[in-house]
T-cell receptor
Framework: ETGVTQSPTHLIKTRGQQVTLRCSSQ?????VSWYQQALGQGPQFIFQ???????GRGNFPPRFSGLQFPNYSSELNVNALELDDSALYLC??????????????FGSGTRLTVV | AQTVTQSQPEMSVQEAETVTLSCTYD???????LFWYKQPPSRQMILVIR??????QNATENRFSVNFQKAAKSFSLKISDSQLGDAAMYFC??????????????FGTGTRLQVTL
């Protein structure tokens, strides 16, 4: 079975620009969660998608938005980039809405640098 | 809101020795799940061990074991017979068992483990 694939692995954008990050879920998983991990910090929950609808959101502004597609892959979009958006963005897929106890599979992340 | 605290930014252990990483958490819930994740330089979060709060027995996975103290809200990770490959960032994480909420993980700030020869 395939794992979670994220693209691109690294990205440099200018303040004010928009960015789209992509995530392919593990085969059979229908839920995708996105996390932001700033340097030296633990990951922070951004939002979760289940069956193409947002289900739960962390403390992030509306310029962070997402999509989940019928094949359960997902995108994270960030508008009007700020310097503080520089971070590692992690995608995690799981099988069901509540997630099985060990069902989270993480990707290797996208390192976003905003200059 | 739940919080997870890891008070040890860095730890060091000699190969073949034992090390314990600390984690405390705060919650008003009675049922939840706790996890330890490992994040090597490859950046991918890898599940090390998990514990259901309703289970009194401490979880064990090969060289990894936990000391779960529910009343004290403490969840430490013990690594026995440390290996060079254990060197990584270790994150403690909490997840509510409430099926009405998103199954998000709340992470601590991590402990960087170094393994020396």
């Amino acid at each position: 079975e395939t794992g979670v694939t994220q693209s691109p692995t690294h990205l440099i954008k200018t303040r004010g620009q928009q960015v789209t990050l992509r995530c392919s879920s593990q085969s059979g998983h229908n839920t995708v969660s996105w996390y932001q991990q700033a340097l030296g910090q633990g990951p922070q929950f951004i939002f979760q998608y289940y069956r193409e609808e947002e289900n739960g959101r962390g403390n992030f502004p509306p310029r962070f938005s997402g999509l989940q597609f019928p094949n359960y892959s997902s995108e994270l979009n960030v508008n009007a980039l700020e310097l503080d958006d520089s971070a590692l963005y992690l995608c995690a897929s799981s099988l069901a809405l509540t997630g099985s106890l060990d069902g989270y599979t993480f990707g290797s992340g996208t390192r976003l640098t905003v200059v | 809101a739940q919080t997870v605290t890891q008070s040890q930014p860095e730890m060091s252990v000699q190969e073949a020795e034992t090390v314990t990483l600390s984690c405390t958490y705060d919650t008003s819930e009675s049922d939840y799940y706790l996890f330890w994740y490992k994040q090597p330089p490859s950046r991918q979060m890898i599940l090390v061990i998990r514990q259901e709060a309703y289970k009194q027995q401490n979880a064990t996975e090969n060289r990894f074991s936990v000391n779960f103290q529910k009343a004290a809200k403490s969840f430490s990770l013990k690594i026995s017979d440390s290996q060079l490959g254990d060197a990584a960032m270790y994150f403690c994480a909490y997840r509510s068992s409430n099926t009405g909420t998103a199954s998000k993980l709340t992470f601590g700030t991590g402990t960087r483990l170094q393994v020396t020869l």
